[in-house]
DNA sequence: TATTAGCACTCACATATAACGAGTGCTAAT
DNA sequence: ATTAGCACTCGTTATATGTGAGTGCTAATA
């Protein structure tokens, strides 16, 4: 018997080899592996007994664990972690997979709002999981125009189209009256002046340089309609698709994954907070079972991606799954789909 | 032994009274209600013996049945329907509930987006089932304002404000320019004229009326991009808010119901279609089981109620359950519902 | 004629038992 | 360090067995 305890150690190569391949009969299957059937399947030079050996140390490391005494070993999201950081580099996207993607996208480029829809109906229906999208934060849509409507004596409405086409309306209420001629004045003045910005940086600016700004001379009412007008934070939303594939997969039918799943789709926002998260990261974050860091969230794991519009990350897709998920398939596809959905978007916006 | 066959025949007295109860103990218990404790516990001077042979006749009367061979009975959705149509006019609402879904409403009256979520919300919780709203058809708002607005050498964005505080935006491409002073003319002409009528009254006139109309004179482009903009109709929403509710309900989560509730999840298109139909009729609608003509949804019940704005239907309000459905309760909290809901918005659109 | 008692029968459900098989941990030999 | 061997564990499957609440049917009863 090994000495080591449950001190950390790197694996050796031959812990490492066994471990993945450990994972991924597993992810293959969905069957506890045991020591004498998987030595054979897998042709290790290794004694089922060795192997039992191997599998107690990988335990004792929580990489794996055994559902009940005496069954054979499942990863742990420790495992999966290992696995997945195993294959980090060498993920392959099929051709064949690609071109699927680039159907499925293409047909309804010009709508921006269907692409939401048809981007996680296609991550769904490829991976055989659900699908979600976070459809960019207005805060990071470049303003184009803005205008001023009186809809009420003491009410006004403002309407920022951004360059995606994006629209915005906010209703502002006013303490005291101003003329329609005024208003085609603010919206000219608050155009002019906004165009081409964030509502992000606008919500900075207009503080910091506008107010200061002689230029702006009598326009403070229209600063403040602004003001009130885009500091609420817009809310950017969430889309699924492909739930009842989860529902498939039969070990997801189960008391406590039912209600992790029914808390997904009922509470739009939990998954908003999560993958708006991943919006700041570079490239591809994979969250396994417990990195998903919500106690209503148990036994799923999430691959996601960022999208760019130009060079801002603003949005995410990715696919949400059993944390016995075919990493190894799921990753360049919400890797790629990344990219995609990022030049949609960003040839969109010129 | 009776001697009637399937042939349909009203029930008598007995029959009914023991029918209703059936159903009754069955909502309560969700247990097959069988003859000799079904006897007992309702103190029917009866004996079992008989109690048998009226089941019977009522099961070949299709208003029960047996799950299996020598177990109790259970209601068929015919059998629920008789229930339902005999309590019809002894359904009450009792106080307290009143009250509280009074307090769950009037809290925040003033923003319209939030009036949907607040009361799916107080549906959802206490019915215990999911509440369902289907938001006002856009057609049937009345529109106060109307404007235009170039965003685009070729586009413009039409703008809509109605009464109630909904805004809709579209945008029309447009195949010959126009001048923003064309536009704001174009814009108080259509308010002008539109102003005070319903979308649904709007896509009537303008073809009826306006065309032929020699004021209008040289508003034919306004008169296209209206009609452009407006024609394509709006779309309602539906919200849904408790489905945990259901999945709390034992009998619920098994295969081929958990797909319909999935299915009513993920396709609202499906749940909208089922409560556009209900907007029409008066007073409440309940749907037992197949009469949801659908086959997507099965094994579950819906109560609904239309809405008003004025006196025009323009949504509904229900709650979704089993067939298995405390309809005694959940009648009198859609329907007053319904009205609170009329009352609400209506006050609202002045 | 409608009701009831009686009886044989059905069937879901619970419980016990046994055999099976794939798996384990541990020990001792290699 | 590896392996063979062995006793043991435990989920799974199959079988039998009893129980209880239920039924349908028949014949007697009011």
Known sequence: M???????????????????????????????????????????????ATMRNIMFDLERMDYLMQPHTSSGRIPTDKGYRYYVDSLLDNYHMDYDQEKIIEEK????????????????????????????????????????????????????????????????TRRVNLSVRVTPDELVDYSSFLTGELCGYSLQEIKGRIFENLRLDRTSNNRELALDIAQL??????????????????????????????????????????????LEKQIEKEGITILIGEEIDNEKVTGYSLVASSYRIGNKPVGAVGVIGPTRMDYEKVVPLVDYTGKAVSGLLTRMSR
């Open 2 to 48: 090994k000495t080591d305890t449950l001190t950390e150690r790197p694996l050796d190569d031959r812990e490492s080899a066994i471990l993945n391949a450990i994972v991924y009969e597993y992810i293959l299957t969905g069957k506890a592996v045991g020591s004498r059937s998987f030595v054979q399947k897998y042709s290790f030079s290794l004694s089922p």
């Open 105 to 168: 996208l293409i047909q309804r480029e010009m709508q921006l709002e269907k692409v939401f829809e048809s981007v996680t109906r296609m991550l769904s229906s490829v991976s055989n999981y659900a699908g979600v999208m976070l459809s960019p934060n207005p805060d990071f849509t470049v303003v184009k125009l803005i205008e001023l409507i009186q809809i009420e004596s003491n009410e006004v409405l403002l309407i920022a189209v951004s360059r995606t086409g994006l629209i915005l």
């Open 229 to 274: 007008a885009l500091n609420e934070s817009g809310d950017s939303s969430v889309n699924i698709d492909g739930i009842e594939n989860l529902l498939k997969i039969p070990e997801m039918v189960e008391e406590q994954r039912l209600h992790s799943l029914l808390n997904i789709i009922e509470e739009k926002n939990l998954l908003k907070n999560i």
